[in-house]
């Protein structure tokens, strides 16, 4: 949305870029709707789509199979790449590390290091200068077009340690095979049918509820946390992104395993986890301690009392 360069954009502090081109209310809130529109009504024409052609092109097999693609794929995304590579959440065997990092890089979002690394500048530099995916700088550049018009993160000083693991570097290496196999396993599951539905539309609904993330919970929702940056809660994000929708909550809390701080806090990823640990194949799982919450909270509350 925004008409600033991204060179225009990296120079100047974001605060004073907002102060230059003041948005009048209702501006603001076309624009949002307007975002919202183009980001959800593609969803429901999917859905739409698949009502239409049910049982003629589309039926209870291919969505048995993209949904049982989706869900261990995305959790390669949210627990793999996110909560444990990036955030070192938890710790894990070789075994599920690998299988971890082999399942979010069937996403297609990029080889492992370089989707840490890109995610630990996003937190360094969060809704601030050298930020890679603000929606500061556009909505559609926080939510796609970033891949295209940026830098990726430089490894050397955003994932040091990640290039020096042997296993995490072997699998960043291998991407293309995971690329190939994100469509071979789908085909050798249900022909070319499989390979539409396991295979396509689940890459095309993976990539958009990722990049949702990004942008739109940088744009709407709550924000009970007072970060440094423009994250927020949304909760249909926090569903269809297996938990991770509770943005703001996790930018407080980058290293937490856990996502949905909130027993209403629905985060899938986060009670995989929680498994995980009862069974000993993570240990060490790092989360936010309910007296650092209610301390965060009581910060944000004396902050709107001294405001009002
Ligand atoms: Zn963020
Ligand atoms: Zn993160």
Redesign the pocket.
């Known amino acids: 949305m925004s008409t600033r360069t991204p060179e225009l954009a990296r120079s100047i502090p974001r605060a004073s870029a907002r102060t230059v081109r003041p948005k009048r209310r209702w501006v603001d809130l076309l624009n949002k709707s307007i975002i919202l529109t183009t980001v959800v009504v593609p969803l429901l024409g999917t859905l739409y789509a698949m009502i239409l052609l049910w049982n003629r092109l589309v039926g209870w097999g291919d969505v048995a199979l993209m949904l049982g693609l989706y869900v261990p794929i995305s959790m390669g995304v949210t627990i793999g790449l996110?909560?444990y590579l990036?955030?070192r959440g938890f710790r894990t065997n070789p075994i599920i590390k690998a299988t971890l990092l082999i399942l979010g890089s069937m996403a297609l979002e990029g080889p492992v290091i370089t989707w840490a690394a890109n995610?630990?500048k996003?937190?360094a530099l969060s809704d601030r200068a050298g930020d890679p995916h603000s929606p500061l700088d556009g909505f559609f550049h926080a939510h796609v077009s970033w891949l295209f018009n940026t830098e990726p993160a430089d490894p050397s000083i955003y994932a040091r340690d990640l290039v020096k693991d042997r296993l995490v570097v072997t699998i960043h290496r291998l991407f293309p095979l995971w690329a190939v196999l994100t469509f071979l396993i789908p085909f050798a599951i249900g022909g070319w049918q499989g390979l539409l539905w396991g295979g396509l539309v689940r890459v095309f609904l993976t990539h958009h509820v990722t990049w949702s993330v990004n942008s739109v919970c940088h744009t709407f929702g709550s924000r009970p946390f007072r970060t440094r940056d423009q994250s927020r809660n949304q909760w249909v994000v926090g569903l269809l992104a297996l938990g991770e929708g509770w943005?703001n909550n996790?930018?407080a809390f980058?290293r937490s395993a856990f996502h949905g701080l909130r027993w209403w806090q629905f985060d899938l990823s986060g009670l995989t986890i929680r498994l995980l640990a009862v069974t000993r194949l993570v240990t060490e799982v790092q989360w936010a301690p309910a007296l650092a919450i209610q301390e965060r909270f009581r910060r944000r509350s004396a902050t709107i009392d001294e405001a009002a």
């Open positions: 996110h909560r990036t955030h995610h630990r996003h937190h943005h996790h930018h980058p």
